[in-house]
């Protein structure tokens, strides 16, 4: 129902830009719509009372209500930094020659907390601001797997495999860091398209920091609902059989963990947790479930297209899944 | 979506993390460890749309000028080539489903479609020598599979957890075990054998009173243990505060 009312929005909310105020705003439209549902929730209830639909229900607040803390945080977060700390900073920090930038970017990744939500524009200004887009994209991949935050939330959700966090470290720094050298050898900047759009120019600090938090909730938090529909519709109907007989066999493993990463779209602060509820799987597909996922995903190749264009998405997304499988299974050979 | 319908879900957002944060709503859905998580960032939401409200309306005084005005709607067009993200709209779903809906804690659905979840304890703590032993269902099906049923042969057990049906009938008594969110919760089950009631309506919750029995079965679904009860009475509770097992969380 909510995307049948989107269209009018825009359109609305446009006209409301040319002063006519008797048509459909996309405030009115949210008025309707919850009144709507309020009046409907007996029939809205009892459609949802079988019991399929009560476990997807179920499943579905259960992802948002446990990822949505974590959105909260690394959105702050990344709102402190894209306001209070200076671009130039970045620019400075970095080594000159491309090949040191890209690990040093890479490395970087691991003190600015926040999800692949939030790392998306800040890789878009670092490009912006004359940073190697080699070095941005190292930055781009590495940041949403190997902040501390993902980190925690890997070590409490593998209270028993404590190895697990080293190997994803080690497996996503190592992705990043091939990614931007492949980038640097292979890569042409006509690929790329560079973002225009400044949102924080001519804005105060605070008025810049709160709309950069509301824009990254509103966004990420829509793609989160993206992803908790998907966790819910598998957990709810995939019969648990498909998983076991995929879990039988360890190169199959692997590819359906890491194909189920992409399709899931898990925020990297919560997919942790949905990878340890993999039981049946080995830690090695596990670890490429976590190393892809931050990597390579639905919601993320939809912001990649829109950041930095569709011919960059359509050839990086695919070069990212192939390493990012590639460094989780060596990873897994050496230290799992 | 426009900056007030924003300002409205971030708001109405907020305030039904709270809300569910406040009541023990949020146990049905994540560990009991995530509350102070939850009321902090539905504070961070209701922040944000205030925030976004107070200069939303700065922003429309300063429109009455013509030529301010002229500049806040190229703004608004740059703004509308990068596009207000559409996909927005679809955080009113959980807002619903939370506010509206508030669907309950998994049960039997869940629990049967999925293979019982029991692990091997990693210690088994001294029990109590005289009286009823109260366990949970965890700990029972523990003890019961991988400690062979030390020290519960003879005494009376009693546990906890709803009920649940196999595709044949066979009646189970589970607690859904949790890691973090309700995504990962697994059910540990426990067969009922002897004197259950005639009639077992699924996800009701049960104190089943009753002794060991040796017998363990195979959970048809991923062959884990199933371990069993013989039970002497089963008497209808209320559904304890906390629906999950949350004892592998530590």
Not at chain 1, 296 to 325: E, H, S
Not at chain 2, 100 to 124: I, K, N
């Amino acid at each position: 129902m909510a995307i049948t009312k989107a269209p009018p929005d825009e359109k609305g909310s446009r006209e409301d830009e040319a002063r006519e105020p008797r048509r459909l705003t996309s405030s009115l439209a949210l008025t309707l719509l919850l009144l709507l549902m309020v009046l409907l929730q007996g029939p809205l209830r009892r459609a949802l009372s079988a019991p399929v639909m009560q476990s997807w229900t179920t499943v579905f607040v259960a992802v948002v209500v446990q990822a949505l803390p974590f959105l909260v945080l690394g959105v702050l977060l990344s709102a402190a930094i894209a306001v209070y700390v200076p671009p130039s900073f970045f620019a400075r920090a970095l080594p000159r020659r491309p090949a040191l930038a890209v690990p040093v970017a890479g490395a970087a990744g691991a003190v600015l907390p926040g999800c692949e939500c939030a790392s998306v524009p800040v890789a878009g200004a670092l490009v912006r601001r004359g940073v190697t887009p080699a070095a941005a994209l190292a930055f781009l991949l590495s940041a949403p797997a190997i902040n501390p935050i993902v980190l925690t939330a890997t070590a409490v959700a593998f209270p028993r495999d404590p190895e697990m966090v080293l190997a994803r470290f080690v497996a996503s720094l190592l992705v990043a860091c091939a990614m931007g050298w492949l980038w640097h050898r292979l890569g042409r900047t006509d690929w790329l398209r560079p973002p225009t759009h400044a949102p924080h120019e001519g804005q105060s600090k605070g008025a810049a920091f709160w709309d950069s938090v509301r824009h990254d909730v509103m966004h990420a938090g829509g793609f989160l609902v993206v992803g908790a529909m998907a966790a819910a519709t598998l957990k709810a109907v995939a019969p648990e059989s498909w998983l076991r007989a995929a879990a039988d066999n360890p190169v199959v493993a692997v590819l359906a963990l890491a194909v189920l990463a992409v399709v899931l779209s898990i925020c990297s602060e919560a997919d942790a947790f949905v990878a340890a509820s993999l039981t049946q799987f080995s830690l090695t597909a596990r670890l490429a479930f976590l190393v892809v996922g931050p990597m390579v995903d639905l919601k993320l190749f939809a912001m990649q297209a829109g950041t930095f264009g569709r011919a960059f998405a359509l050839r990086f997304a695919p070069a990212t899944f192939v390493l990012a499988v590639a460094g989780a299974v060596l990873t897994g050979a050496v230290l799992l | 979506m426009n900056r007030q319908a924003q300002a409205a879900v971030l708001f109405l957002l907020g305030a039904s993390l709270l809300h569910a944060g406040t009541t023990d709503l949020y146990l049905r859905y994540v560990k009991a460890g995530l509350q102070p998580l939850l009321l902090a960032s539905g504070a961070v939401l209701i922040a944000t749309a205030l925030a976004t409200a107070w200069y939303e309306w700065r922003r429309s005084r300063t429109l009455h000028e013509p030529e301010q005005q002229h500049q806040q709607q190229e703004r608004h067009q740059h703004q509308h080539q990068h596009r207000e993200p559409r996909v927005s709209w679809l955080l009113v779903l959980p807002l619903l489903a939370l506010i509206l809906v508030a669907p309950p804690a998994l049960g039997s659905y869940s629990a049967t479609r999925t293979g019982t979840a029991l692990q091997e304890p990693v210690a088994y703590p001294a029990l109590p020598s005289t009286g009823t032993l109260r366990l949970g269902v965890a700990d029972y099906a523990g003890r019961a599979v991988y400690d062979h049923g030390r020290g519960l042969t003879g005494r009376r057990i009693a546990v906890t957890g709803f009920v649940a049906l196999d595709h044949d009938g066979t009646p189970y008594l589970v607690r859904m075990a949790l890691n973090c969110c309700a995504a990962d919760a697994q059910p540990v089950k426990v067969g009922l054998a002897g004197r259950i009631p005639p009639v077992l309506q699924p996800d009701t919750w049960l104190e089943v009173t009753g002794t060991y029995t040796p017998r363990v079965t195979r959970d048809p679904v991923n062959d884990g243990p199933i371990p069993w009860i013989e039970v002497t009475e089963a008497k209808p509770v209320p559904a304890p505060r906390d629906p999950y097992d949350e004892t592998w969380n530590t």
